[in-house]
């Protein structure tokens, strides 16, 4: 049996397809600074800060030994397959994990592929992206109490996702399905994050959708919102864009790179 170790939404564990039960807020912690470490050991110290704050319990070496030694335990019996291990190594705790035990892990290594792939066939490229995206279930770990190297690693992870998201749009921008993108887009551009390299997306996609009112509307409102929210003005980028739609810039028409308006 193979573990799989699911971090792209609510920590989970499934062994043969079936839940992994780690219960209890300092396992589950414990599992997380393991696998947020990447394989990478962990230091005593680091992991005592992870789990404990500035406030670690009198007898601080015995309880995490106690709970190093449980989580081993069930590791240990949920699997067969020795490449995923709990170890001891350079004076620190390290999870070795597969290539393909741990979700995170799949994600990053298909958003490259989709990346390279996406130079010479954009439309599967966008297909793999896609596949790659459907991993996430939620914000990355979870409800986990997170000390700080798993929140900085699952700010990475959430960066990383958008970024994935962006590259997805523009291949299938590229691929000529802007009609398919625009009600995503749409909830994108209408979020809290003020992303405007989605809502340029969007523009392109609504203008090439035969839609122009509503493209310049789409701008109108980012502005609006960025001028209320952050009192900035939207970038050249998108200013720019604004412009192109205006005038029918030839950069806009199905088939054309309208990567070229971000120069």
């Not at 709970?67 to 490449?83: G, N």
Request: aromatic residues 6%.
């Amino acid at each position: 049996m193979v573990i799989k170790f699911l971090v792209l939404g609510p920590l989970e564990c499934q062994s043969a397809n079936r839940p992994l039960n780690v219960s209890g807020t300092l396992q589950r912690s414990l599992l997380a600074t393991l696998l947020a470490a990447e394989g990478v050991p962990v230091a005593v110290d680091a992991l005592v800060s992870e789990l404990w704050g500035d406030e670690p319990p009198p007898h601080w070496e015995n309880a995490l030994q106690a709970h190093i030694s449980r989580l081993r335990r069930r590791i240990d019996a949920a699997s067969d397959d020795r490449s995923t291990r709990l170890i001891v190594e350079h004076s620190g705790y390290c999870l070795r994990t597969g290539e393909d035990a741990v979700d995170a892990k799949v994600f990053m290594r298909a958003f490259d592929y989709a990346r390279f792939l996406g130079t010479s066939d954009p439309r599967s490229a966008a297909d793999s992206l896609r596949d790659a995206l459907s991993l996430w279930r939620g914000k990355a770990f979870g409800l986990v109490l997170q000390g700080s190297l798993c929140r900085i690693v699952a700010q990475r992870y959430e960066t990383a996702r958008v970024v994935a998201l962006e590259t997805l749009f523009d291949l299938e921008l590229r691929s000529g399905r802007h009609t398919d993108i625009i009600p995503t887009l749409s909830e994108l551009v209408e979020a809290l994050s003020l992303n405007e390299r989605f809502c340029e997306q969007l523009m392109i996609a609504l203008y090439r959708s035969g839609q122009q009112a509503r493209a310049l509307s789409a701008y109108t409102q980012m502005r609006a919102r960025l001028h209320e929210e952050l009192g900035v003005e939207p970038t050249v980028t998108l200013r720019n864009l604004f412009n192109a739609i205006l005038n029918h810039h030839e950069a806009l028409r199905l088939g054309a790179d309208h990567a070229v308006l971000r120069s």
